[in-house]
């Protein structure tokens, strides 16, 4: 049964912060690269950062700079922290954790996030 489920979405600022946080559960997600994608109204849902299992990083390049994608195995835990937000960054976040090597793919319900100007 396993099961990820996001946080911290709401209302920000343009210019504001937000601090995402994703908890997976269910197994033990050391193999799996966990990370964010987002989807706004009337558009196709796009990859947005990741933190691979082995420890590197990618990121969309409309939010370099601005986003920072983290992870704790420990806890089995990826944050997104936002900074400067545009009023382009709103849509609802959907964490993702991946196993490329057996096919696996889940996927979050969503957390909406909406920037003002």
């Known amino acids: 049964q396993v099961q990820l489920v996001e946080s911290g979405g709401g209302l920000a600022q343009a210019g504001g912060s937000l601090r995402l946080s994703c908890a997976a559960s269910?197994?033990?997600?050391?193999?799996?690269?966990l990370g964010w994608y987002r989807q706004a109204p009337g558009k196709e849902r796009e990859f947005v950062a990741t933190?691979?299992?082995?420890?590197?990083?990618n990121y969309v390049g409309s939010v370099k700079g601005r986003f920072t994608i983290s992870r704790d195995n420990a806890k089995n835990t990826v944050d997104l922290q936002m900074n400067s937000l545009k009023p382009e960054d709103t849509a609802i976040y959907y964490c993702?954790?991946?196993?490329?090597?057996?096919?696996?793919?889940?996927w979050g319900q969503g957390t909406q996030v909406t920037v003002s100007s």
């Open positions: 933190f691979r299992w082995w420890g590197s990083t």
């Open positions: 993702s954790a991946e196993r490329a090597d057996t096919n696996e793919h889940y």
């Open positions: 269910g197994r033990t997600f050391s193999r799996y690269n």
